[in-house]
């Protein structure tokens, strides 16, 4: 592999939504797309901000500010995940609102693109103030949802209970009860079985079948995951049982590494016990930095954007980096990898088994007929496979492209042609 020095010293600063239309005007320039449909597809359809009063327990009033954008409806629904952060912007909102268009679309599952947030560290907030923020927020944008409209889902800071409250807020208001209002719910109430970790088990899959690809054995392989929630603990404990060998394993506060490997079930995810990671007991403690450059087989990040940068991409020591959050990979540190040959696995393949099974509980939703934990783990792995498989023929068919750029190949392709034949209107 051969590395070429960055020509700058820093990346520019880059928006979510900067990222992604960059990495669509890449992808156009592979494929006979109409260059006005990749100009619409540069900006959002809509984007909804809303303020949102909440009383905190004190019984004192703070307004909350939310956005939910809304890219592309051609294939279907808006579709994505709702966050509650401190670092949420409605640009934030409008590139991850993107990247569900393509990923929606790279898995051919019949929706559109959409993402949402709330500017709050719900570390801050009581059970109490977060439900109350949570059913205003409903409430706000109840408009512009609905199970045939846009469909929010879990994303970071939110979970099945906050689902819960968003569905029975938007029920109550419309008075009838309904399920396909959001995906991720608790399986009492029309959530699936298998949602929770669908996005780190579609990791693992992907990452087994990359590692085929280029011929590697997942049992000879070495793994670093930054992050250990929901997506990382659960691909962590996916390669584990496939035969990898997980080294290293982060969560915010810190890394643990083990070289002959970790006990994965028995590190407690950040959900399980926030903090336990960086306080398990194993032989080294680095810091979540430290980890992206450890010298193993494959690291994955899988927690927050925007960490493989120009700073840290000539450092990277993995073969192979699969991404399992959300945009953890700047333009700049994109280029670098391409230019050391280093394959990025990228999120809108990798990280999608967290909305195929949103869809698939969606359906379990509207035929009001649940499916059992087996059904919907086969399902989710034929549904990869295919998307593979489409990605993978990409890559072979077209010269000289990354595999995110084979990734949006087959997204684009799909969406553009939905947006000619739907054609513009009136
Ligand atoms: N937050 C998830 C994602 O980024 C959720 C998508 C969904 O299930 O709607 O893919």
Same mark, same amino acid.
């Given at each position: 592999?051969?590395?070429?020095?960055?020509?700058?010293?820093?990346?520019?600063?880059?928006?979510?939504?900067?990222?992604?239309?960059?990495?669509?005007?890449?992808?156009?320039?592979?494929?006979?797309?109409?260059?006005?449909?990749?100009?619409?597809?540069?900006?959002?359809?809509?984007?909804?901000?809303?303020?949102?009063?909440?009383?905190?327990?004190?019984?004192?009033?703070?307004?909350?500010?939310?956005?939910?954008?809304?890219?592309?409806?051609?294939?279907?629904?808006?579709?994505?995940?709702?966050?509650?952060?401190?670092?949420?912007?409605?640009?934030?909102?409008?590139?991850?609102?993107?990247?569900?268009?393509?990923?929606?679309?790279?898995?051919?599952?019949?929706?559109?693109?959409?993402?949402?947030?709330?500017?709050?560290?719900?570390?801050?907030? !009581?059970?109490?103030?977060? %439900?109350?923020?949570?059913?205003? $927020?409903?409430?706000? $944008?109840?408009?512009?949802?609905?199970?045939?409209?846009?469909?929010?889902?879990?994303?970071?800071?939110?979970?099945?209970?906050?689902?819960?409250?968003?569905?029975?807020?938007?029920?109550?208001? %419309?008075?009838?009860?309904?399920?396909?209002?959001?995906?991720?719910?608790?399986?009492?109430?029309?959530?699936?079985?298998?949602?929770?970790?669908?996005?780190?088990?579609?990791?693992?899959?992907?990452?087994?079948?990359?590692?085929?690809?280029?011929?590697?054995?997942?049992?000879?392989?070495?793994?670093?995951?930054?992050?250990?929630?929901?997506?990382?603990?659960?691909?962590?404990?996916? $390669?584990?049982?496939?035969?990898?060998?997980?080294?290293?394993?982060?969560?915010?506060?810190?890394?643990?590494?083990?070289?002959?490997?970790?006990?994965?079930?028995?590190?407690?995810?950040?959900?399980?016990?926030?903090?336990?990671?960086?306080?398990?007991?194993?032989?080294?403690? $680095? !810091?979540?930095?430290?980890?992206?450059?450890?010298?193993?087989?494959?690291?994955?990040?899988?927690?927050?954007?925007?960490?493989?940068?120009?700073?840290?991409?000539?450092?990277?020591?993995?073969?192979?980096?699969?991404?399992?959050?959300?945009?953890?990979?700047?333009?700049?540190?994109?280029?670098?990898?391409?230019?050391?040959?280093?394959?990025?696995?990228?999120?809108?393949?990798?990280?999608?088994?967290?909305?195929?099974?949103?869809?698939?509980?969606?359906?379990?939703?509207?035929?009001?007929?649940?499916?059992?934990?087996?059904?919907?783990?086969?399902?989710?792995?034929?549904?990869?496979?295919?998307?593979?498989?489409?990605?993978?023929?990409?890559?072979?068919?077209?010269?000289?492209?990354?595999?995110? %750029?084979?990734?949006?190949?087959?997204?684009?392709?799909?969406?553009?042609?939905?947006?000619?034949?739907?054609?513009?209107?009136?």
């Amino acid at each position: 592999m051969t590395t070429t020095a960055p020509t700058e010293t820093e990346d520019p600063p880059e928006t979510a939504a900067e990222i992604a239309r960059h990495q669509l005007d890449r992808a156009a320039s592979h494929i006979d797309v109409d260059p006005g449909v990749v100009e619409r597809l540069k900006h959002p359809k809509s984007v909804h901000q809303v303020s949102i009063p909440v009383e905190r327990d004190s019984g004192e009033m703070e307004i909350f500010t939310g956005y939910r954008a809304h890219h592309d409806s051609a294939r279907g629904p808006f579709k994505g995940g709702l966050r509650y952060h401190p670092g949420v912007t409605q640009e934030e909102c409008v590139g991850l609102s993107m990247w569900m268009t393509w990923k929606c679309a790279v898995m051919d599952i019949p929706f559109g693109g959409g993402k949402g947030g709330v500017v709050a560290d719900p570390k801050g907030l !009581s059970e109490k103030e977060n %439900e109350r923020l949570t059913r205003r $927020l409903a409430e706000e $944008l109840r408009d512009v949802i609905g199970p045939m409209r846009d469909i929010p889902a879990p994303d970071m800071g939110t979970n099945a209970q906050t689902m819960a409250w968003f569905m029975d807020a938007y029920s109550m208001q %419309e008075g009838e009860s309904h399920p396909g209002v959001v995906t991720g719910k608790p399986p009492v109430i029309g959530g699936s079985y298998g949602r929770e970790e669908a996005p780190g088990r579609s990791t693992a899959i992907i990452t087994r079948e990359a590692l085929d690809y280029y011929g590697k054995d997942v049992e000879e392989t070495t793994v670093a995951i930054q992050g250990f929630g929901s997506v990382g603990a659960n691909a962590a404990r996916l $390669l584990d049982e496939l035969g990898a060998n997980v080294v290293a394993v982060a969560d915010v506060e810190g890394a643990i590494r083990d070289p002959d490997g970790l006990d994965t079930r028995d590190v407690l995810s950040h959900e399980e016990e926030p903090g336990m990671v960086s306080g398990y007991d194993a032989p080294d403690n $680095l !810091s979540n930095a430290d980890l992206l450059e450890l010298d193993v087989d494959v690291v994955i990040p899988a927690a927050i954007g925007n960490v493989l940068t120009v700073d840290n991409a000539d450092n990277i020591q993995a073969d192979f980096i699969v991404e399992g959050a959300n945009g953890p990979t700047t333009t700049r540190a994109d280029e670098i990898f391409a230019e050391r040959e280093i394959p990025v696995i990228p999120d809108i393949l990798a990280n999608a088994g967290g909305v195929t099974v949103s869809y698939f509980e969606w359906l379990q939703d509207i035929n009001r007929r649940a499916w059992t934990l087996e059904e919907v783990n086969e399902e989710l792995e034929d549904e990869m496979l295919s998307a593979w498989n489409d990605v993978r023929g990409a890559y072979n068919a077209y010269d000289d492209v990354t595999w995110r %750029e084979a990734a949006y190949i087959v997204g684009l392709t799909r969406v553009a042609k939905a947006h000619e034949v739907r054609g513009l209107w009136p």
